[in-house]
Nanobody, 121 residues
Framework: QLQAFGGGLVQAGGSLRLSCATS????????MGWFRQASGKEREFVGG????????WYADSLKGRFTISRDNGKKTAYLQMNSLKPEDTAVYYC????????????????WGQGTQVTVSS
């Protein structure tokens, strides 16, 4: 199972760190991706991290503001979001899959419940 948490209400320019905890299985060979979906919009890729080597990849539009990391011992990944903008408002999801470096949501087999992030102007 996956569980994303840490969302909330933050002012524009602020920061927030989301966590994605894994349990009930062995995810050491999986890669993790973060996605988001704003109201009325399609789900979009945010970034991903290779579970073993820790290499990361991001949506071009978010590079420099968002950073993904992981703690293998805690089986938890993190999404650090800085300089938040109102357009970052969305439900954020974490997911795991076998394909490294992919931005396609269909390549991620397991999904967690999302966590709402709201950025006020």
């Amino acid at each position: 199972q996956l569980q994303a948490f840490g969302g909330g209400l933050v002012q524009a320019g602020g920061s927030l760190r989301l966590s994605c905890a894994t349990s009930g299985g062995t995810f050491s060979s999986y890669n993790m991706g973060w996605f988001r979906q704003a109201s009325g919009k399609e789900r979009e890729f945010v970034g991903g991290i290779g579970w073993i080597a820790g290499f990361t990849w991001y949506a071009d539009s978010l590079k420099g503001r968002f950073t993904i990391s992981r703690d293998n011992g805690k089986k938890t990944a993190y999404l650090q979001m800085n300089s938040l903008k109102p357009e970052d408002t969305a439900v954020y999801y974490c997911a795991v899959g076998r394909s490294y470096g992919t931005q396609k949501d269909s390549d991620y087999a397991y999904w967690g419940q999302g966590t709402q992030v709201t950025v006020s102007s």
